[in-house]
């Protein structure tokens, strides 16, 4: 039941998308999520799946995983599309009761639902194709210009990277609790929402107190390897600008101008 | 210098935050590792064991006494990452003592803190998973290791500070037998081969009998202490302090209580049947005259 | 009591990382009996019990317990945990209560007892595992090592099952905690007359207690036997990874240089009852 969250997990590989610099998979996608929310007509969006559709081949990442990975939040998707199907005003095209179609109603769910859409797979797109350490490396540089004014750029990209490190084993140590407590005939998928939340309790509290005692372990391991914050560290890698990168940002500008022009010629639907 | 680490009397007390009530941990413990020398330190729970480990990198410092490591004084604020960087710690817990997601960085980690140069990071890191054997897994994602090799990664890591001594806390504890074996074949490689000192804390006794010298803590005092063949022979004393005695050693201990004069310093499978053999050899022979 | 018939178990099936855990194990356990379960990581132990409680669904096979078919319609899967107690590696991190007696009454209060039965049959699994009566009062996470390790098996104990699993139950403890634990299991298996499973890598603990030893290599069943009849087999145990105790290393050595030593021999005692009148003729 946890195995499907695809968010978060990396592949390994050696393709175009897996070679740009991780500071310019960020900006890339930072433009790509403007994009989703600047286009106002469906040949746009038509437009953004090519560009997404070619970004996945390029990857070598399987697109049936990747569309996998809409599926925990599927149920999220089919909501907000509903939502706004009925409930927005405007010209009726449908008519049941209290509850309506209206034109724009359909124009928007499908608007809503692809965005959201679009988002999910641009997402683990970038996080199936750059490892998590080279993500907070990316946002740790992007960020660091701001230090000047009291950003702790280096130990939100610490935090960042132990988070990742330990969600696995988080997951593990869910499961394993929550089987030994079904061994002693704690009810977890059954019942009511109140006495659901009653039954996490069992759950919670030891995998909050094993949280604690791991950090604990952890920040004597780390303190035991000589870590002293950010101040005069270096890398194994550090990150360069390649070619690949100057490539990557002239499609994205590419991209930008037809999404623009796109807009322009055909206005808003 | 001839010792690496010198302990002179130490004591450890700590205060209850809620009772102000005084825990003496260690009591008075004197203690010098010898530089290249593989220590093994036994004691049952809660003897001080991991205490007194946690000295031996300025992690805790003394209550009273002193501990210098390669001529430094643990006390010395301004001497900590000297210190550190000098003793290369393992703990028990394989998960909580990888910071990065992959393997090769989180070996990496140490030399990175210290500020080491890009290429020597890079040589230290592959000489490291050379050594504990863990290059073939270097673009590995950690969780998906085996206890064992997460343990190995974790030797590497803390070999990656090019360290003087390497200390281990029980390292082989939550691991199943053949995670165990890896680990202090590893171990055992480093101190013959690479000439590291290594202090092993553990209360599993077939890890203890490979060292050189053992000491044995209880109530934060030394009791015992010696070669393993000095030690282990002692058989009452050791299940007094609520250790184990190899079966072997056991076992000749046993029939020597029936008075057999056996050499009681068996410790493994293979001295034990090679000082029985020769035992019923005797036997045969002194049958065979009469 | 446990009957398995034909039971395989795949992880993840049909995905890159299939992994076949078990593979058509059949075996009979019969009831009071205190069984050894061996092998190394990834042998298929874990998966087995977490089969026989329920936790996991056999993908083809039967797994009975006491009669009932687990896999029938209408077969309340909580009444098979209450009826085998598993606890599982490293139990302490399952306690989450306010006091020991609370969580040791987790259990029973689930199986809808009273309060009072409920703390009555925690008071008596505590005192089975050795835990001090004024510890009960106490928050579960001031208690040591292992009198956690205690308190957890106790709070799967008071649901009075009739076969009780213990994952490693030692992992972890230094000696003398670990003979404790062990000298407790002895002692609920008798006076309880429960059926054990006790599945752990130390062959020397194993040896100690067990009636029938059953060894598990790579989802099969390798060995199922009296533990003389399992050690008699040292060198195939070493062949698939697995420890023999030292003394079993010792007599077969003393055995292979021509001493009349015979097989299976597992503990001390025994080495020393058999060479004694040897060395003293």
């Known amino acids: 039941m946890l195995k499907d969250i695809t968010l978060g997990q990396y592949f390994p590989g050696d393709s175009f998308i897996h070679r740009l610099d991780p500071r310019t998979k960020i900006l890339i996608i930072i433009a790509y999520v403007v994009m989703v929310f600047l286009i106002q007509n469906f040949v746009g969006y038509i437009a953004l799946a090519l560009f997404l559709a070619l970004c996945v081949a390029v990857s070598g990442i399987s697109p049936k995983y990747l569309i996998r990975g809409l599926k925990p939040i599927l149920v999220f998707i089919v909501f907000t599309g509903i939502f706004n199907l009925f409930l927005t005003p405007g010209e009726e095209i449908w008519r049941w009761g209290f509850l309506k179609i209206t034109v724009e109603g359909v124009r928007f769910a499908a608007f809503m639902v692809l965005r959201l859409v679009f988002l999910i797979l641009g997402t683990s797109l970038l996080t199936l194709t750059t490892s998590p350490i080279a993500l907070t490396d990316g946002m740790e540089r992007l960020l660091s210009p701001f230090k000047k004014v009291h950003l702790p750029a280096h130990e939100i990209a610490m935090m960042m990277t132990i988070a990742l490190r330990f969600i696995p084993t988080l997951l593990d140590e869910t499961d394993k609790i929550m089987k030994a407590q079904s061994a002693r005939g704690a009810s977890i998928d059954s019942g009511n929402i109140f006495s659901r939340a009653k039954a996490m309790v069992p759950i919670l509290i030891p995998l909050f107190i094993s949280a604690f005692r791991r950090a604990d372990e952890l920040a004597t391991a780390m303190e035991c390897r000589c870590y002293r914050g950010g101040e005069g560290r270096t890398r194994l890698y550090e990150l360069k600008f390649g070619a690949v990168d100057v490539l990557g940002w002239i499609y994205m500008a590419a991209l930008l101008a037809a999404i623009i022009g796109i807009n322009m010629i055909f206005g808003k639907f | 210098m001839d010792n690496i680490v010198i302990i002179n009397n130490l004591v450890f007390e700590y205060k209850d935050e809620d009772t102000g009530e005084r825990t003496r941990v260690l009591d008075g413990v004197s203690l010098d590792v010898r530089r290249g020398e593989f220590l093994a330190v036994l004691g049952h729970n809660g003897s001080g064991k991991s205490t007194l480990a946690k000295h031996m990198n300025a992690i805790l410092v003394p209550t009273s006494g002193t501990v210098t490591v390669d001529g430094l004084d643990t006390a010395d604020d301004g001497k900590l990452f000297d210190i550190r960087r000098r003793v290369g710690m393992v703990f028990q817990n394989p998960d909580t003592q990888m910071v990065a997601t992959i393997v090769e960085e989180d070996v990496a980690f140490a030399p990175e803190n210290l500020g080491v140069p890009r290429d020597e990071i890079r040589r230290r890191v592959d000489e490291a998973l050379e050594i504990v054997g863990m290059s073939a897994f270097k673009r590995h994602a950690p969780h998906m290791l085996s206890g064992g090799q997460k343990q190995r990664v974790a030797i590497a890591g803390a070999l990656a500070m090019r360290p003087e001594l390497l200390v281990m806390d029980e390292p082989t504890a939550m691991l199943d037998p053949s995670g165990r074996a890896e680990v202090i074949e590893t171990v055992k490689k480093l101190n013959r081969e690479n000439g590291m000192t290594v202090v092993l804390i553990t209360h599993y006794m077939d890890e203890a009998v490979r060292a050189d010298r053992v000491i044995i803590l209880d109530s934060g005092r030394i009791a015992l202490e010696g070669t393993p063949k000095e030690v282990f022979p002692q058989v009452e004393k050791l299940t007094a302090l609520g250790l184990d005695v190899p079966q072997s050693t056991y076992l000749i201990y046993m029939l020597n209580k029936q008075g057999l004069g056996l050499d009681a310093t068996a410790l493994n499978d293979e001295e034990c049947a090679a000082e029985l053999l020769r035992a019923l050899e005797n036997r045969g022979k002194g049958a065979r005259g009469s | ?281």
Request: negative net charge.
């Open chain 3, 1 to 281: 009591m446990i009957r398995l018939e034909n039971v395989s178990y795949t992880y993840m099936s049909g995905g890159p990382f299939e992994k076949k855990a078990l593979d058509d194990v059949s075996l009979n356990i019969n009831e009071g009996e205190f069984v050894g379960v061996i092998g190394h990581t990834g042998s298929g132990k874990s998966t087995m019990i977490q089969l026989l409680n329920g936790l996991l669904k056999p993908e083809s096979g039967k797994v009975i317990i006491d009669g009932t078919d687990l896999s029938e319609k209408g077969v309340n899967i909580r009444d098979i945990r209450f009826k085998v107690g598993l606890c599982m590696q490293y139990p302490e991190y399952q306690l989450f209560e306010e006091t020991v007696l609370k969580d040791i009454c987790f259990g029973p209060l689930n199986m809808g007892l009273s309060q009072k039965e409920a703390e009555e049959r925690a008071k008596f699994a505590a005192n089975m595992t050795g835990l001090p009566e004024e510890l009960l009062d106490k928050s579960p996470f001031d208690l040591s090592g292992g009198q956690k390790r205690r308190a957890a098996i106790a709070g799967i104990l008071a649901m009075e099952p009739k076969v009780l699993i213990l994952d490693e139950p030692t992992a972890g403890l230094d000696p003398a905690g670990r003979d404790e634990i062990l000298f407790k299991i002895r002692d609920m298996h008798k006076r309880m007359k429960l059926t054990v499973l006790l599945v752990s890598h130390s062959m020397e603990d194993v040896a100690k207690l067990a009636d029938r030893i059953l060894v598990l290599n790579s989802g099969r069943v390798e060995m199922f036997g009296t533990p003389s009849e399992v050690f008699a087999q040292s060198a195939r145990l070493r062949e698939i990874g697995l420890n023999v105790p030292q003394i079993t290393m010792v007599a077969d050595r003393l055995r292979a240089a021509g001493a009349d030593i015979p097989e299976g021999i597992y503990t001390v005692g025994d080495c020393y009852r058999i060479l004694l009148p040897m060395l003293k003729r």
